[in-house]
């Protein structure tokens, strides 16, 4: 019942910028928390940015101070500001989503990715 779609990435050289945005659709009753996960090729999918509702937010050391996570709530998005990008946050980026359904039951939904390359 709920969909999630990631756009917003692309090829990039090292320094460069780019914007993801993650627009959660269909019957959306409530969402805790929108965030961001990466995955490099034969790594493990992990958090990058994490924006809970109320406006706390979370980020992976290795991201600190180069990109911004933030939520739009009354339009169901999220974006991520990426700044001074590197090789090294070359990967598949994904949009977590968690629902509350109408009767209080939480499900996490995932978008398909979006990939990011940053060359050097």
């Known amino acids: 019942q709920v969909q999630v779609v990631e756009s917003g990435g692309g090829l990039v050289q090292a320094g460069g910028s780019l914007r993801l945005s993650c627009v959660a659709s269909?019957?959306?009753?409530?969402?805790?928390?929108m965030g961001w996960y990466r995955q490099a090729p034969g790594k493990q999918r992990d958090l990058v940015a994490v924006?809970?509702?109320?406006?706390?937010?979370n980020y992976a050391d290795s991201v600190k101070g180069r990109f911004t996570i933030s939520r739009d709530t009354a339009k169901n998005t999220v974006y991520l500001q990426m700044d001074s990008l590197i090789p090294e946050d070359t990967a598949v980026y994904y949009c977590?989503?968690?629902?509350?359904?109408?009767?209080?039951?939480?499900?996490?939904?995932w978008g398909q990715g979006t990939q990011v390359t940053v060359s050097s």
């Open positions: 977590n989503v968690e629902h509350r359904s109408y009767i209080g039951v939480y499900i996490d939904y």
């Open positions: 269909g019957s959306i009753f409530s969402i805790r928390t």
């Open positions: 924006v809970r509702s109320g406006g706390v937010t």
